[in-house]
């Protein structure tokens, strides 16, 4: 099991940039694929983006891909998720996740074994 604890949230403007951070503690990091769902408020929580460390193979959602990027310092087990570009539709709650999955069944079905409380981000001008 993974502790994940996001951080960098808060308030951009459209067209800005944003950077989340998420720390991860527990054993076994490497094993894991890890990633960023977002839930916004009347929807349902959306894979963004999702990495499995050991070998590097990423999913974008076709609403982030292009604008967001997933990135990684394994050296102190920290994630980030590099926004671009900002929406207002890109206002929600941002989630780090992790599981012992494919970045597909993870990102696109939704299987998550271990979840951050989540961080708030607002687009708005």
């Known amino acids: 099991q993974l502790q994940l604890v996001e951080s960098g949230g808060g308030l951009a403007h459209p067209g800005g940039f944003m950077r989340l951070s998420c720390a991860a503690s527990g054993s076994r990091y490497e094993t894991y694929t890890v990633g960023w769902f977002r839930q916004a408020p009347g929807k349902e929580r959306e894979g963004l983006a999702c990495?499995?460390?050991?070998?590097?193979?990423?999913y974008y959602a076709d609403s982030v891909k292009g604008r967001f990027t997933i990135a990684r310092d394994d050296a102190k087990n920290t994630l980030y998720l590099e926004m671009n570009s900002l929406k207002p539709e890109d206002t929600a709650v941002y989630y780090c996740a992790a599981a012992h999955r494919s970045v597909r069944l993870m990102c696109g079905m939704g299987y998550v074994d271990d979840w951050g409380p989540g961080t708030q981000v607002t687009v708005s001008s």
């Open positions: 990495l499995t460390i050991g070998d590097g193979t990423t």
